[in-house]
């Protein structure tokens, strides 16, 4: 399996950007829309493991168990943000969009939490990682239940205007 | 794959199993600073709060960002207390919400390591919050590589660039005569490989903010070239054997030597190969990614020797290392899952329907006690009033003045209009006490959202002050 897939990692990753190529199994062209449904979760991270030791070189996250994932955004993608809720008194969900940025300098992950949704516009369609996580501000351990959506978030629109 | 690489794992679990964390007592609410120009320096009071019956020592502290600083070094947290540590940010060419990490390390037991964080606006005074001379691959010898790039302010009238202070040396760079246009042009020396990551520094003539950056990105193409850049390495599994074959091929298909291969900031080896068939004006370069280092995100650089050109060629490489057991899932996968499973209980568009209901009745009561309550802005001058939904996005409201209908307009508000505290959106009203009575002006609301992008909101309206 190995094999082919740095067989196809040799002659499928062209001009790839920002993006990784998808080199085993098959990319899926899910286009989030802009209704916010449905929702992911990692499920209780409680439960899971802590697999990520460094966030971006700095945020150090060991002992802060994660979700990992793999997210592709299609051309023409309409989301605008991911946003994460599911915190509590000792536990602030974090969710980090991991880019090309951290290799070559130009800035690293975008981040959001449940205050402030991971901004997706400007980001150039591609597959990317996405990690759950707790807050780098949280204790060693803390965990909870995060739930993600994509959207859900209208855009700013204008009711009246007057000026007298 | 082999148990031995996967024992650590299995150990750690075990470990973590056998000693449960012991919670921690201190706390850390995020620190939040005021809205900032580009290139100021913020100070932030990190509140350091200890519910428990001991102290707790904070042993050191340090930031984790350069130019960044805490004071004190070292600090005790009084039981069923607090105390504080001084943040000092330089916020520099960050814009839009920004966070910043500072390292704290403790006596309590098991949580040796913690952060505090500071988080806040930071503004810039130009229209476009991230200006880039985007000059995308530029084959040296063949294309043209000039770019210019007008800076615009709408926040400082007459805005100019003032000096250069600082541009990458593979670029020539000017100011056109009108002061705010850039003109640039890739140097047929310039190094060859991907530049992502440099600025053209600017002294400015706004009184909020001294400088603006540039950035300069373009893949530079010279006689040999990689087949991307970046390379993406993808998800790699500790314990395996992640291996890559980078393809480096000659434009214009002439046989090249190559010297050493290097990787830095990754553990790793690299060594170049021939292609496999052989090929003329084709080489591999075989780069192993090592075990022993952190798992998460990892980037670095690839850096082969050109003899017969004299060059250096460097390939980003970034990828995702995990333990051999993480369970990576496919967001896209799961989003459907879930919209499947929502359909087959038959919740989905009841559910939308009613959350559309929802934040259109949260909107209207909202809307309506907002008009009910709130008293006009004390003073003389127009008074604006508008009304917006979804909210969610926007970090605040900001007011453009003209003379004239077509412009040029001029932010007139000192202080960014925040957005109420609500789910779905908000009424307000600001009024303009510097306009002159008897004067016609023209007025439109502007967006400022999270990221730093300023969006028109509303068309113009005129009006004549009373």
């Known amino acids: 399996m190995k094999m082919t897939c740095l067989a196809l990692l040799v002659a499928g990753v062209l001009g790839s950007g920002a993006a990784f190529a998808q080199t085993c199994g098959t990319p899926s062209t899910w286009n989030p829309d802009d209704t916010g449904q449905p929702t992911v979760s990692p499920g209780d991270l409680c439960a899971g493991s802590d697999s990520v030791a460094l966030f971006c070189q700095f945020l150090d996250s060991s002992g802060k168990n994660d979700g990992i994932y793999q997210i592709n955004l299609a051309a023409g993608f309409t989301a605008k943000s991911i946003t994460v809720t599911g915190g509590t008194a000792t536990f602030n969900p974090v969710v980090y969009l991991y880019t090309a ?64 | 794959m082999g148990l031995f690489f996967m024992l650590p794992e299995i150990i750690a679990s075990l470990v973590s199993l056998a000693s449960p964390r012991t919670p921690s007592h201190l706390i850390l609410p995020p620190c939040e600073f005021p809205e900032s120009y580009q290139f100021s320096t913020v100070d932030c009071p990190l509140e350091l709060r200890n519910n428990g019956d001991k102290p707790i020592h904070i042993l050191k502290t ?25 943040a000092r940010l330089s916020v520099g060419n960050s814009v839009g919400r920004t966070k910043r990490v500072f390292h704290l390390e403790t006596d309590e037991p098991g949580q040796t390591k913690r952060s505090a964080e500071a988080q806040g606006f930071v503004a810039t005074v130009l229209d476009d919050p991230r200006p880039a001379l985007q000059f995308g691959v530029v084959n040296i010898g063949s294309d043209s590589s000039e770019k210019s790039l007008a800076l615009n302010s ?59 950056w540039v950035a300069v990105k373009t893949d530079v ?19 395996n054997s992640n291996e890559f074959l980078i393809r480096l091929t000659s434009r214009s298909q002439q046989d090249f030597h190559t010297g050493a291969a290097e990787v830095e900031r990754i553990n790793g080896t690299a060594e170049v190969l021939p292609c496999r068939p052989v090929a003329k004006g084709c080489k591999l370069i075989r780069l192993r990614i090592g075990n022993d280092q952190p798992t998460g995100s990892i980037g670095g650089v690839v850096t082969v020797d050109l003899p017969d050109y004299k060059r250096k060629l460097p390939i980003y490489v970034w990828g995702m290392l995990v333990g051999a057991n ?21 919740t989905g568009a009841e559910s939308r329907v009613a959350l559309d209901n929802r934040i259109d009745l949260t909107q209207a009561i909202k809307q309506g006690v907002a008009k009910a309550d709130a ?46 505290p609500s789910e779905a959106g908000g009424s307000y009203q600001w009024r303009d006490t510097s306009a002159e009575s008897g004067k016609t002006y023209w007025y439109y609301i502007g ?19 009373k």
């Open chain 2, 447 to 465: 967006i400022l959202d999270n990221t730093g992008s300023k969006e028109q909101l509303s068309g113009p309206q005129k009006v004549v002050a």
């Open chain 2, 62 to 86: 340090s930031a984790a960002v350069e130019g960044d600083s805490i004071s004190p070094a070292s600090l005790v947290v009084p039981p069923h207390g607090v105390a504080y540590a001084q």
């Open chain 2, 326 to 346: 993480t369970q990576v899932k496919d967001f896209n996968k799961e989003m459907q899952r879930a919209a499947e499973l929502q359909a087959s209980k038959g």
């Open chain 2, 375 to 420: 008293a006009p802005p004390p003073g003389k001058g127009p008074l604006l009033k508008w009304s917006v939904a979804h909210e969610e996005l926007v970090h605040g409201y900001v007011i453009y003045r003209a003379d004239a209908e077509a412009g040029p307009y001029l932010r007139v508000n000192k202080d960014t209009i925040r957005p109420l």
């Open chain 2, 221 to 239: 193409h010279g006689e040999v070239i990689p087949d991307s850049n970046p390379f993406s390495l993808g998800l790699m599994r500790k314990g």
């Open chain 2, 154 to 212: 709408r926040e400082v009238g007459d805005f100019r660039v003032s000096e250069v202070l600082s541009a990458p040396d593979y670029i020539n760079v000017s100011i056109d005569k009108d002061g705010r246009t850039l003109h640039a042009k890739v140097k047929e020396d310039a190094p060859w490989g991907l530049h992502e990551a440099d600025f053209v520094k600017l002294r400015v003539n706004a009184p909020q903010q001294p400088q603006v």
């Open chain 1, 101 to 164: 940025g951290c290799a070559t300098g130009d800035g690293c992950v975008q981040s959001g939490d449940s205050t402030l949704p991971l901004p997706l516009t400007g980001t150039a369609p591609g597959a990317y990682f996405l990690a759950v996580t707790a807050a780098s501000s949280d204790a060693t351990g803390a965990c909870g239940t995060p739930t993600m959506a994509t959207n859900g978030t209208f855009p700013v629109s204008l009711q009246n205007f007057s000026v007298e």
